[in-house]
C-alpha cells in the first residue's frame, strides 16, 4: 500500500508510524485508519518496536468531521465496526511494543488512539479530551474501555460526561498515561525509550504484553498459570540466554529478538 495520510520509517528495528494530516490536525478519515491499520501490520513483521505520533501541533484530534464518509447520516456503527475496530486491534494485539508520543492535542478517537497503545509518553503541552459529549454522542474507539481501567471509573465518568481537558500532567498523575515529559526533551526522550524496546528482548516483552492485558480475565490462580507458562517459553528463548551471560559478565545483553 502506498501512504498518503501517514508516514512510515523502519529503521534499526524501530518503526515510526506518523499521522500525517497538520494542516487537519491529524483527523482520522476512512483512508487514514485504512493507513494506519496497514503500517502497523506492516511494521510488526519489521519492526522490534513501534512508535504512533503526530505531524505538527497535534497528536490527532479523533474524527474527521469534514471528511466525505462524514457527511449526511453517516452509519457511526459501520464506521466503528470496520474502520476502527481493526485499527485499534492492530495496535492493541501488535505482538511487539508500541508508545504513543503524544505531541500535542489528543481529543476524541484520537485520546483513544494513544491510549490503545503500551505505552503512552505526552509532551507537557499535550492534553486529552473526550469531546463526544459536546455532540451528544459516547467515548468510543475504546474510550469506554480504557479510562475507567487506567484512572478509574469515578475520573473516566468525569472526563466523559464533562468532556474537559485532561493536561497532559494530570493525565499522568491520575494513571491515565505513562509519562509527561518537558516540551524541550520530548523528541529525545521517546526516541531513546523506543530505541531501548527495539534492541530489547522481543519475546519477554511480548510476554509482559500477553500477562498483564489478561489479568482482568483472570483469577490468581490462572494468572499464576499463565505467568508459569509464559515464563518456560521466555526461558527457552535467545535472550534469555544471553541476560544471563551478561549479568554474569557483568556487561550490558546484546538482545537479538528472539
Known amino acids: 500500500m502506498e501512504y498518503e495520510a501517514v508516514l512510515l520509517d523502519i529503521t534499526d528495528d524501530l518503526a515510526v508510524l506518523t499521522l500525517n494530516r497538520p494542516d487537519k490536525m491529524n483527523a482520522l478519515t476512512t483512508q487514514m485508519r485504512a493507513e494506519i491499520t496497514h503500517a502497523m501490520k506492516e511494521s510488526a513483521r519489521h519492526a522490534r518496536a513501534i512508535v504512533v505520533t503526530g505531524a505538527g501541533p ?22 466503528l465496526r470496520d474502520e476502527y475496530e481493526p485499527m485499534l486491534e492492530a495496535i492493541y494485539d501488535c505482538p511487539v511494543p508500541t508508545i504513543a508520543a ?57 472526563a466523559a460526561l464533562f468532556a474537559d481537558k485532561i493536561s497532559a500532567r494530570q493525565a499522568d498523575d491520575w494513571g491515565l498515561i505513562w509519562e509527561a515529559v518537558s516540551d524541550d526533551q520530548f523528541d529525545a526522550h521517546w526516541r531513546e525509550r523506543a530505541a531501548y524496546l527495539a534492541n530489547g528482548p522481543t519475546a519477554g516483552f ?47 545483553p546484546k538482545f537479538e529478538g528472539r
Open 58 to 79: 497535534a497528536f490527532c484530534s479523533g474524527q474527521d468531521l469534514g471528511d466525505a464518509s462524514s457527511t449526511g447520516k453517516i452509519d457511526l456503527e459501520r464506521a
Open 102 to 158: 503524544v505531541n500535542g492535542a489528543a481529543a476524541g478517537a484520537g485520546a483513544n488512539l494513544a491510549l490503545c497503545a503500551d505505552v503512552v509518553i505526552a509532551t507537557e503541552r499535550a492534553y486529552f479530551l473526550q469531546a463526544f459529549a459536546r455532540i451528544g454522542l459516547l467515548p468510543d474507539a475504546g474510550g469506554t474501555w480504557f479510562m475507567p481501567r487506567q484512572m478509574g471509573i469515578a475520573k473516566a465518568m468525569g
Open 206 to 252: 511480548r510476554a509482559i504484553k500477553q500477562a498483564i492485558r489478561g489479568t482482568y480475565d483472570r483469577t490468581l490462580p490462572k494468572q499464576l498459570a499463565a505467568e508459569a507458562h509464559l515464563q518456560g517459553e521466555c526461558g527457552r528463548t535467545r535472550d534469555f540466554a544471553e541476560g544471563v551471560v551478561a549479568f554474569l559478565e557483568k556487561r550490558p
